[in-house]
């Protein structure tokens, strides 16, 4: 079964920074990209960001162009979101997922990743 379970999310303050993480298993990891959508309540999802397989190609929405980096280690099965000058605007819950190539030119709240479903996803809160 592929899976992706997100952990790392919490209430940070505005300004401040934190890196949420994917685990993935069910799946020859380094052979497909990682997505970061997030979701805020009410609110459709929003694709945050994409790494490609052998994490050479990145992908990023210009609400956080300059502030998220996306890695992967492909040992670990795990991508990494790491989140700078936290804006209340990224309040979310952010969820990982796989691709077989990062989308050009970027995502839509209409996408499904053509494997696994959405997982339980983790809860960032930015307080102002």
């Known amino acids: 079964e592929v899976q992706f379970v997100e952990s790392g999310g919490g209430l940070v303050q505005a300004g401040g920074s934190l890196r949420v993480s994917c685990a993935a298993s069910?799946?020859?990891?380094?052979?497909?990209?990682i997505v970061w959508f997030r979701q805020a309540p009410g609110k459709e999802r929003e694709g945050v960001s994409c790494?490609?397989?052998?994490?050479?190609?990145?992908y990023y929405a210009d609400s956080v162009k300059g502030r998220f980096t996306i890695s992967r280690d492909n040992a670990k099965n795990t991508a990494y979101l790491q989140m700078n000058s936290l804006k209340p605007e990224d309040t979310a819950i952010y969820y990982c997922?796989?691709?077989?190539?990062?989308?050009?030119?970027?995502?839509?709240?209409?996408?499904?990743?053509?494997?696994?479903?959405w997982g339980q996803g983790t809860q960032v809160t930015v307080s102002s």
């Open positions: 069910g799946f020859i990891f380094d052979d497909y990209a």
């Open positions: 997922a796989e691709d077989l190539v990062c989308a050009e030119p970027g995502y839509n709240s209409r996408w499904y990743p053509p494997f696994s479903s």
């Open positions: 790494i490609g397989n052998s994490g050479g190609s990145t």
